[in-house]
Nanobody, 122 residues
């Protein structure tokens, strides 16, 4: 019913930048909160940023000042701008969206993207 497609990951040198995108499509009635999670090898998936439909955001303390989250409601897309990437940042980054879909009762649930790999190496 709803698909989240991520893009923008890749290999970057320390200090470099990447911009991740996550576009939602399908039978979307409304998108509420959107967020980015990351999962490093051997670790659990953790929430690192969130943004609600009104634009309020919250970032993990470890990335404040380096990473930002934003969204384009008209495009059903959330972005993750990552600057000054460090050796501790590599992970698979997943987007997650709280979506109400067209249908009886406007069912609402969370959807996940497929993940995009971010690698930091010189």
């Amino acid at each position: 019913q709803v698909q989240l497609v991520e893009s923008g990951g890749g290999l970057v040198q320390p200090g470099g930048s990447l911009r991740l995108s996550c576009a939602a499509s399908g039978s979307i009635l409304s998108i509420f909160a959107m967020g980015w999670y990351r999962q490093a090898p051997g670790q659990q998936r953790e929430l690192v940023a969130g943004i609600i439909s009104g634009g309020s955001t919250k970032d993990a303390d470890s990335v404040k000042g380096r990473f930002t989250i934003s969204r384009d409601n008209a495009k059903n897309t959330v972005y993750r701008q990552m600057n000054n990437l460090k050796p501790e940042d590599p992970a698979v980054y997943y987007c997650n969206s709280d979506v109400a879909t067209w249908g009886v009762g406007a069912p609402r649930r969370a959807y996940w993207g497929q993940g995009t790999q971010v690698t930091v190496s010189s």
